[in-house]
Every structure is written in C-alpha cells, then in structure tokens.
C-alpha cells in the first residue's frame, strides 16, 4: 500500500471495515506516514446536495494536480450493515482517474453519521499519498458533531428547504461549522436563510468570522469561492488536529474494548453461563450487567 498499490488499499480498507484481527498492528505501522493529507468534512441535512458538491469539489482539486480521496458515509441496512445509498454510483466519472479514490462505509448505526471505521480510513488514504481527504456524512442532522473529531475543515450544507436558522443553532451547526454553504441558491428561499446566517455569524462571539456562501452545484456554481474559502480558513486550531489525539486515543480504545467483549459474550467466553442465565430468564439484565462488569473489573 505504501509503495502505491490501490489493491494493497483496497484490502487494508476491508480489513478496517471488518475490524480485523491485526488491525492494530496495521493502524501502528500506517500512522507513522500520516499527517499530510487536508481533510475536509461535508455536513448537512439529507437532500441539500452534499454528494453533487462533493463532485464538484473533485473536479476542482484535480485542476490543482491535488490527488483526491473520498469517503461517503451512507445509512446502513439495519439488517445487513451494507451501505444503502452507494455515492460511488454518482461520481462513476471519476473512476477512470488513478488519482482519484472513492470509498463508501455503512455507518452501522454509528452516532454521528460516521462509521467508526471513518478514522483510520482517513489514515490509510493519507499515508497512501493523497493531498486531500472529502470525508461527507449521513447528514443526520444534531449528531454531526463527530465530523469536527476527523475534519480539519467542516464544511455546513443547507438548502432553503433546510428550515429556519433556529433549528441549525438547536442542532448544533453554528458550532461545527469552518464554512456554510447554502446550495440550491436559485431556490425560492435561498436569500433569506442567506440573510439569516450572515446576521448570526455577526453576532457570533468568536473573533474569527465564518464565512457564508451560496452555490448551485450542479450547475457548478460557487464552487471556486468555496474552494478559496476552504484554502483561507485560519488553520491555527485545526492543523494535524493534534488536540483531539486524545480523543482519538479513547475511541480507538473504546472500539477495541466494545469488540473484545461482544466477541466474549456471543463466544464461549467466560461470559457463556451468565448470557445463558439471561436468556433462561434466571437473571435479569441489570443483575447480569453488574456480574459482568465485576469480573472486568469496571465500576
């Protein structure tokens, strides 16, 4: 994979996607030759267009020589954990540049609209030599504040249809946001909630200004303005996200611990008995809980 080979990319991204067993071996050898890709976040409300800005946004930096990587986070069957939407289907013109790399995750019931396995696909991608890393989200609207724990921008889609500026406060968006985007601006609406963002921007009490955009994407429209936005964005916070490795380090735990003990109570663990006393009915949830959380040790 180091040497280039998108095949040897490909399969490290399964391994990630099916928490292989050395996957932490892997992550440990990988994350030495990260720390070079930009990475930008694409968030918003289903149906405000992020997949179309996403393509365009490709284009864009490929006219830079900037080599692309793209992860679209699709809502998983909760049956299967497959991906349902499949944003690949809308960027096929794409598949014929080698420079270019479109993956999709199921989130799998992830809060935040990122699968867990988002991280250290970003990671792969980074240290497989790509300049910029498109990371674009279910779009599940108050949770997606786990886009500012992978993104070094965010950047906020909405449509005129997206609802008052209120409902973006309540869920969360003022803060997440490095840029909004309204698309769909030849939409009925578009100046209004326009009006309305650069208003609460104002008012904001950070020094520095979010910038507020409008764009037609696919008519290509606004797309140079906010690739310049995104390349002037004051990167004194964001750069190698280097306060959030500790968060990192706590999912990446988290994750590791969430497997090990699924693995021991749907195996034949030392949890085999207490699970079988549960579905007995002998023991209720909470009593066999509690036992399980004694043996590991946890309060």
């Not at 399964?14 to 976040?41: F, P, Q, W």
């Not at 999912?251 to 693995?263: F, P, S």
């Amino acid at each position: 994979m180091l040497k280039g080979d998108k095949r040897a990319l490909s399969r490290l991204m399964t391994y990630v996607d099916n928490r292989h067993e050395d996957l932490m071996k892997i992550m440990k050898e990988v994350y030495s030759h990260c720390g070079k890709a930009y990475r930008i976040g694409i968030t918003g409300p289903p149906g405000a267009g992020k997949s179309t800005l996403v393509d365009k946004l490709i284009h864009a930096f490929r006219k830079q020589k900037k080599k692309v990587g793209v992860i679209a986070i699709d809502p998983s069957s909760p049956f299967t954990g497959g991906a349902v939407l499949g944003d690949r289907i809308r960027m096929t013109e794409h598949g014929a540049d080698d420079d270019v790399f479109i993956r999709s995750l199921g989130s799998r019931g992830s809060h935040g609209g990122l699968s867990r396995a988002t991280r250290d696909i970003a990671n792969l991608m980074d240290a497989f030599g790509f300049d910029i890393i498109l990371i674009e989200t279910v779009g599940v609207g108050q949770t997606e504040l786990d886009i500012m724990a992978v993104a070094h921008t965010t950047v906020v889609v909405l449509v005129p249809e997206s609802g008052d500026t209120i409902q973006t406060m309540k869920a969360g968006l003022m803060e997440i946001a490095d840029v909004f985007v309204v698309n769909k601006a030849d939409r009925e609406g578009a100046d209004r909630i326009f009006a309305e963002l650069r208003a609460l921007v104002e008012m904001a009490s950070s020094t520095q200004k979010v910038p507020v955009l409008k764009t037609q994407a696919i008519s290509n429209k606004g797309i140079d303005e906010l690739i310049c936005a995104i390349e002037n964005i004051s990167r004194e916070n964001k750069a190698g996200l280097k306060g959030l490795l500790k968060e990192e380090c706590t999912d990446i735990v988290l994750a590791e611990l969430h497997q090990k003990l699924k693995a021991e109570m749907e195996g034949k663990g030392m949890f085999t008995a207490l699970v079988k006393n549960l579905a007995e009915k002998h023991h209720n949830p909470y009593e066999t809980a509690a036992e399980i959380l004694e043996k590991i040790k946890v309060k």
